[in-house]
């Protein structure tokens, strides 16, 4: 029979996937920590886990006899969360992003090497079933030498940002858009098998809430350079309206044909051209952009975003099982998290050029 692992799931407001871990066969969620009791009991409740498994203080949440913490507080908590977790003896699968700094991204890194433990960032795009498609494709050589891609996350959340009732602002408010780039770039660097080498960044003005912070920005465009030659654009916004309220925009360019996902939200088609094929000869063909992989099982929806969620919560607790390091593990995670933070140090300076700091 397979091992049941144990899980701990800290911070209840900002994880959507309890779905995808009540119907992985393997997983028992057994321990619970949020500093509302309010949504500590709710979330109990729906997770069966009872009150003794139910904890409001952190340092006691670790004591719990678990196998993996499950991180989906708010991101500057992340990497002191994730350093506790492994230090404890306990393997991390991490909300995105890994890190709010640089430093931290490091410390992270140091506490997977020194405690020996598995630790996977939960960025859910790559498991798009369209994109997994993607990188096959592109892998395969169907649009030759990738040179340029574009990107994009504009995702219209300013009532987490800022509560329009009582002004009160949360942690969002102090969180530039250019640090929320793992859904953007996460996938593009996965299709191109590649990684971020420098950095530069524009956009500082804030006409829609004039007095937030860096989380109001109006919108921010980067500019990244990869080891292998590429260029990548990437636009973010989490004030700036749009309709429909948020979608995720990837285009290739290469040197035999270029290809891109749709702009009307999830599952919307887009299109592919490649040059000198007869059947692309009559120019554009329709591309299906679907989110859902028609092939997994029916509970595979249950997590949201597609079938994501099914396929990432697979790749973690398969990696456990045999002892294999994840997709996404800690060096991958800071390539995809270090970027936005570097692209947004260059807004800061004025929109220079900076090198991105590499983990291996």
Not at 113 to 136: C, D, I, P, S
Request: overall charge negative; charged content about 25%.
């Amino acid at each position: 029979m397979d091992k049941k692992w144990k899980m701990g799931l800290v911070g209840l407001g900002g994880s959507r996937r309890s779905a995808a871990y009540m119907h992985h066969p393997q997983i028992e969620v057994v321990a619970i920590c949020d500093q509302d009791s309010a949504v500590l009991e709710k979330a109990g409740c729906e997770l069966g886990v009872p009150d003794s498994g139910r904890f409001e203080r952190y340092e006691d949440f670790l004591n719990e006899d678990t196998d993996f913490v499950m991180i989906g507080t708010p991101v500057p908590s992340h990497a002191q969360l994730t350093i506790d977790a492994l230090e404890a003896g306990k393997h991390v699968l991490c909300e995105v992003t890994a890190a709010s700094t640089i430093e931290d991204c490091f410390r992270v890194i140091d506490a997977v090497q020194k405690t020996g433990m598995t630790y996977m960032m939960a960025e859910n795009t790559v498991y798009f079933h369209y994109l997994r498609g993607w990188k096959r494709q592109v892998q395969s050589g169907m649009l030759g030498t990738v040179f340029y891609a574009e990107c994009e996350y504009v995702h219209e959340i300013r009532d987490r940002i800022i509560d329009s009732a009582t002004g009160k602002a949360y942690w969002r408010n102090q969180r530039p858009p250019l640090h929320y780039c793992s859904h953007s770039i996460g996938p593009i660097l996965e299709i191109l098998d590649d990684r971020i080498v420098r950095a530069t960044g524009a956009g500082r003005s804030k006409t829609i809430i004039p007095a937030g912070g860096d989380g109001c920005i109006d919108m921010q465009v980067a500019l990244f350079e990869t080891a292998k030659g590429a260029t990548i654009k990437l636009l973010r916004s989490s004030v700036a309206p749009r309709n429909p309220g948020f979608a995720h925009f990837y285009s290739l360019y290469g040197s035999k044909g270029q290809m891109e996902s749709g702009r009307a939200g999830y599952d919307s088609d887009g299109w592919i051209y490649l040059e000198g094929s007869e059947e692309y000869a009559n120019g554009a063909k329709s591309l299906s952009c679907k989110t859902i992989d028609p092939d997994a099982p029916a509970e595979a929806t249950k997590g949201g975003h597609g079938t994501s969620e099914y396929y990432l919560i697979r790749d973690f607790i398969d990696a456990l099982n045999r002892g294999t390091t994840p997709p996404i593990d800690v060096f991958r995670a800071m390539e995809y998290t270090l970027p936005g933070i570097v692209a947004h140090q260059a807004v800061e300076k004025g929109g220079v050029w900076l090198d991105v700091p590499q983990v291996r």
